[in-house]
């Protein structure tokens, strides 16, 4: 069974351009999770959607970030215009809807870096 | 609101020695606590993790920790490491009846023979 898989996995672009990032969670799972890691620092949570449904956003630094989910398979995320500090490691991940403490698994991650 | 310390950020070992990873947590509520693994150019992989029950919880690899409530720690040991362990460990919390991961800042794990 495939994991979750996200694209391009290292992307490299100058200010003010535009990035979309990919994720195709693993078949079967409703909750999607973007979470980002900046360099040195800890990962931290982005949005979470429940199927096609934002369920919590509150970790989206600002409106240069949009994330969309159609249909509720895979999702993109949108950086635009892009700034220096959005450089980092952004993750996906996915798991099944039920109990809380269900197994949430991970990507590999997309490595953005704005020049 | 909750947090997780890593206060250790590297940890150099020697093969076949024994280690032990740090992570105390902040949280007014009750927490599930995990451990995750990333090996250089890969992503994050489930090492273990407590919902309830025996304090001990034992993952893959060989890697267990223990939960201890009344020091809000949650210790990732190992007793023999190898080489192939060398990976960056991190430490991640999430509140009953939420699915939001908090993550600690991580520990890189230099393993050398």
């Known amino acids: 069974e495939a994991g979750v898989t996200q694209f391009p996995s290292h992307s490299v672009i100058e200010k003010g351009q535009t990035v979309t990032l990919r994720c195709d969670p693993i078949s079967g799972h409703d909750n999607l999770y973007w979470y980002r890691r900046v360099m040195g620092k800890e990962i931290k949570f982005l949005l979470h959607?429940?199927?096609?449904?934002?369920?919590?956003e509150s970790g989206m630094p600002n409106n240069r970030f949009l994330a969309e989910r159609t249909g509720g398979t895979y999702s993109t995320l949108k950086v635009q215009p892009a700034e220096l500090e959005d450089s980092g490691v952004y993750f996906c991940?996915?798991?099944?809807?039920?109990?809380?403490?269900?197994?949430?698994?991970f990507g590999e991650g997309s490595w953005l870096t704005v020049v | 609101a909750q947090s997780v310390t890593q206060l250790d950020s590297q940890v150099p070992v020697f093969e076949e020695a024994p280690v032990e990873l740090r992570c105390n947590y902040s949280?007014?509520?009750?927490?599930?606590l995990f451990w995750y693994v990333q090996y250089p150019n890969q992503g994050l992989q489930l090492l273990l993790k407590y919902l309830s029950g025996s304090t001990l919880v034992k993952g893959i690899n060989g890697f267990e920790a223990e939960f201890n409530k009344s020091q809000t720690s949650f210790h990732l040991r190992k007793p023999s490491v190898h080489i192939s362990d060398t990976a960056e460990y991190f430490c991640a919390l999430t509140k009953w009846g939420f699915q939001k991961l908090v993550f600690g800042t991580g520990t890189r794990l230099l393993v050398s023979p």
């Open positions: 991940a996915s798991s099944q809807v039920g109990a809380t403490g269900n197994t949430i698994y």
């Open positions: 959607f429940v199927k096609e449904s934002k369920q919590d």
């Open positions: 949280s007014s509520v009750s927490v599930y």
